[in-house]
């Protein structure tokens, strides 16, 4: 895939998701089998890889008695931290969408 379809498929998404009025987004031109599942390798390796990492923090934090469940449960994010957030899923979004085109 060119870089500019991947630019064209992101611009596509971000518009997409910051559409309020949207009912259902059709992001898939050609929903072809081969798509829909290299999509659902690319989510699950993602989660497979945040679920290592973050079972890894919490041992870890855990272990030193530096955080506990609790405190996790109770954390709220900064404006900035949410900013970041957010930005991460629409390029996580995006991602996904380019390689659906």
Request: aromatic letters at 2%; a negative charge.
């Amino acid at each position: 895939m060119s870089e500019n379809a991947t630019d064209e498929g992101a611009a596509r998404a971000k518009a997409l998701i910051r559409d309020p009025g949207r009912s259902k987004p059709n992001f898939i031109a050609d929903a072809t089998p081969d798509k829909l599942i290299a999509v659902t390798m690319r989510l699950a390796m993602e989660i497979s890889v945040l679920r290592d990492q973050l079972d890894t923090q919490r041992a870890l934090l855990e272990k030193h008695g530096l955080l506990s469940q609790s405190d996790i449960d109770a954390f709220e994010p900064s404006d900035a931290q949410s900013a970041a957030r957010k930005a991460a899923k629409q390029d996580l979004v995006a991602a996904i969408i380019s390689d659906l085109s």
